[in-house]
């Protein structure tokens, strides 16, 4: 069955500090896998988009990573900052038009 | 602001109702996507379309249609209202609909059915 899976559900950080979401799929067959990050109550916005042959892709502070074998992914915070609360989502792409979300970690940075 | 308008913001009705939420593409995108976002399910594809034309389906129940018109605005038309279709439904759009392409989502309707 395709799935998708995050881990942890909720974080806690201070602001400042680093930060590592975990995203596992066992979707076949892989297309893509995308990280969202989406505030409360409003529309995911796009982070990253990343294909089979991508390790690593960066939007800023953000960073992802793939690895396509084990079918994991990550996405890394730097120097948290109070607008990076919100949910984190990890999407995996089929190759069949279809999208397979996860059910995202919560994250809230405190000052 | 994604460029992606959705209306109307939140839309209260009654079981057995029918309702019909409305989407603009950001200028210039071809295809839109359709999405649920319930509290117990999470984010849920539903269908895409491009240049009028349906392109792929998700989890979408048969109580549910779609459609794209000639001037690339769509709607989403839900019939025989359960309480489970409460929910947020969030409008996606991109470029030409190519698996790689970055979406981008309207602010959603919240939908309440009572």
């Known amino acids: 069955k395709n799935q998708v899976e995050q881990s942890p559900q909720s974080l806690i950080i201070l602001e400042g500090k680093n930060c590592t979401l975990q995203?596992?799929?066992?979707?076949?067959?892989?297309?893509?896998l995308r990280w969202y990050k989406q505030d409360t109550g409003r529309g995911p916005v796009s982070l990253t988009i990343?294909?089979?042959?991508?390790n690593t892709k960066s939007n800023g502070r953000y960073t992802a990573t793939l690895d396509a074998d084990t079918k994991q992914s990550s996405l890394h915070i730097t120097a948290s900052q109070l607008s990076d609360s919100a949910s984190y989502i990890c999407?995996?792409?089929?190759?069949?038009?279809?999208?397979?979300f996860g059910t995202g970690t919560r994250l809230k940075v405190l000052a | 602001d994604s460029g992606v308008t959705q209306t109307p913001k939140h839309l209260i009705t009654a079981t057995g109702q029918r309702v019909t939420l409305r989407c603009s593409p950001r200028?210039?995108?071809?295809?839109v996507y359709w999405y649920q976002q319930s509290l117990d399910q999470g984010l849920q594809f539903l269908i895409q379309?491009?240049?009028?034309?349906?392109?792929a389906k998700g989890n979408i129940l048969e109580r549910f249609s779609a459609q794209q018109f000639p001037d690339l605005h769509s709607e989403l038309n839900l019939s025989s209202l359960e309480l489970g279709d409460s929910a947020l439904y969030f409008c996606?759009?991109?470029?030409?609909?190519?698996?790689?392409?970055?979406?981008?989502f309207g602010p959603g309707t919240r939908l309440l059915v009572l």
């Open positions: 996606a759009s991109s470029g030409s609909g190519a698996f790689q392409e970055t979406q981008y």
């Open positions: 995203c596992n799929y066992t979707v076949s067959p892989f297309s893509n």
């Open positions: 990343m294909t089979f042959s991508e």
């Open positions: 999407v995996v792409n089929s190759g069949t038009y279809k999208y397979i």
């Open positions: 200028s210039g995108d071809l295809s």
């Open positions: 379309y491009y240049n009028g034309e349906e392109r």
